[in-house]
Each structure stands twice: as structure tokens, then as C-alpha cells.
């Protein structure tokens, strides 16, 4: 009965966990042009204003 409960557990709390990673801003590594900076609104790089 024990091991049943516990199977439940983790069959219907796994897919919360996996799913939380997600849910958080992820910082991405993006490197732009010599002259452009990144435009997070635009999600593009942009010419950088002198």
C-alpha cells in the first residue's frame, strides 16, 4: 500500500517540478554585431545609438 502511495506521489508531482524549471526567465548568451546592442523588447540586436 505504501509503495502505491508513493508511485502516485511521484506520477503526479513529477510533471510540477519539470514544468517550474520552466516557468523562470532564462538568461540567453547572445552576442550581437560590433555597433549593435540587444534589444530585449525586440528580442533583436539593434543599431546602438552613439
Do not use: F, N, Y
Not at 510540477?16 to 547572445?30: I, N
Request: overall charge neutral; aromatic content about 2%.
Amino acid at each position: 500500500m505504501t509503495r502505491t502511495i508513493l508511485a502516485v506521489a511521484v506520477l503526479v508531482l513529477a510533471p510540477l517540478a519539470a514544468s517550474a524549471d520552466c516557468m523562470r526567465e532564462h538568461q540567453a548568451s547572445m552576442s550581437c554585431p560590433q555597433g549593435h546592442v540587444w534589444d530585449k523588447d525586440a528580442k533583436t540586436c539593434v543599431l546602438q545609438a552613439s
